[in-house]
């Protein structure tokens, strides 16, 4: 039986998400950063949590994690990089280490920039990518912890999985991320449309999440920083990859 995944709204404008198994009756956590509607969801659900996966240490994304635990009794994965920063994990995990959940691989990137160890998570048989504060749709995060050549190198990683694969990040900034990516890239059509469906999705009150690897490649400008178009869009013909994505992740921070 294939998992499934829910996102289940959390805070102001996070997004955590909800594993689940409908015939184990099981399910993990990914970025609980409350966990009240975490554990309400389990429940209508009928599924017990048994696992929280964490990306990273900031408190909208942990938060919730130790109530959850404590009505649960569930594992606790992050990343290994940030085991001093993040309390009760049960065990941690860097890139290339093979992880299960609910009995499925998952695969661990490290994909630094936004936090130092920061983690992205992907489940192949669900066709699931959970980016965290890495990749956003149209978007990424803001460079807390790391430079400009720390997230160009995470984001094009993440660019190696299959085009298909949903993207389930930790925000819903879509919007705003669209109103400056219509700054960068004028004559981009795919993005163009993709600017007019969230816009549509948006004002009904519908999340943007998921996206896909595909179309964050063809629409989202910190993917498409090696691409002659992008630099040609910002006067940067020429430059190096990581200098587009520099001038592009400094020009969205004064936004
Ligand atoms: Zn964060
Ligand atoms: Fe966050």
Not at 12 to 30: F, G, H, P, R, T
Not at 119 to 131: D, E, G, R, T, W
Not at 140 to 165: H, I, N, V, Y
Not at 217 to 240: C, H, L, W, Y
């Amino acid at each position: 039986m294939a998992l499934k995944v829910e996102l289940v709204p959390v805070l102001s404008d996070n997004y955590s998400y909800l594993i689940y198994d409908e015939d184990q009756k099981k399910a993990a956590v990914v970025d609980p950063g409350e966990a009240g509607p975490l554990l309400v969801r389990a429940q209508e659900r009928g599924v017990s949590i048994e696992q929280v996966l964490l990306t990273h240490h900031h408190g909208d994304h942990i938060e919730g994690t130790a109530e959850i635990v404590a009505a649960t009794g569930c594992s606790v994965v992050g990343p290994a990089y940030e085991a001093s920063k993040i309390s009760g994990m049960t065990e941690t995990v860097s890139e290339g280490d093979h992880l299960e959940v609910l009995g499925e691989k998952a695969e661990v990137f490290h994909v630094p920039g936004h936090t130092q160890g920061h983690i992205a998570i992907s489940i192949a048989s669900a066709n699931a990518l959970f980016s965290g504060d890495s990749l956003f749709v149209l978007g990424c995060g803001r460079l807390f912890e790391g430079g400009p050549a720390d997230m160009w190198s995470a984001l094009q990683k993440l660019r190696e999985l299959p085009d298909e694969t949903q993207v389930f990040c930790g925000h819903e900034y879509t919007l705003a991320n669209a109103k400056f990516c219509a700054t960068i890239e004028q004559g981009n059509a795919a993005l163009t449309d993709r600017i007019a469906e969230i816009e549509a999705l948006r004002e009904k009150g519908l999340p943007t999440i998921p996206s896909t690897i595909g179309v964050e490649k063809a629409t989202n400008p910190f993917m498409r920083a090696d691409q002659a178009n992008v630099a040609e869009s910002i006067d940067m013909v020429g430059a190096a990859a990581v200098e587009v994505f520099a001038e592009i992740r400094s020009r969205k921070d004064s936004f």
